[in-house]
């Protein structure tokens, strides 16, 4: 994907997305931050060009081992908060909102926000009605993976 059709994509889902006057989500609520984000790899890059790479690199390093994302989707939630949690989620808030990747950009949900929940290790019971998907998403990696890649310059 390139980066004007990446932009065009972030304008045409924030238009539908201010229309949706039936989600539950709002300012502060910040339970899906500790889900799995998958993001292309022209939006990784533009990430880092705009807010550079994430602090806690040991984070980032931890996040993108393969090791940390064999595991299987039941068995993921049960990894701990803190090491599971967005690498740009900083005192709780999106530090990268206004280019935050498509996938967080097109989340939605309608059902009570303590149902996204996955403090207790559990999986969210989310009922999600908006999101909206990737126009190309070929190229797409989990967002610590692209990250690290990066920033060790392997792009493989
Ligand atoms: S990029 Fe921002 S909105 Fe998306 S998971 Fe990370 S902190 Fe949350």
Known sequence: MKLKKLKRAFKYIDEKSSKLHYTTCSKGCNHCCYMPVMLSLTEAKYIVEQFGF?????????QASKDFFKIIPEDYYKIPLQ??????????????YPIRP????G?????????????????????????IRMIDIGEA???PVHLWNLYTGDQK
């Open 141 to 143: 990696r989990l967002l």
């Open 54 to 62: 994430p602090k806690d690199l040991e984070l980032l390093e931890k």
């Open 102 to 105: 498509i996938t967080c950009r």
């Open 107 to 131: 989340y939605f949900s309608t059902s009570k926000p303590e149902n996204c929940s996955t403090l207790n290790n559990k999986k969210a019971e989310t009922i999600i009605v908006g999101a």
């Open 83 to 96: 090491d599971r949690k967005c690498v740009y989620l900083i005192n709780g808030e999106c530090s990268i």
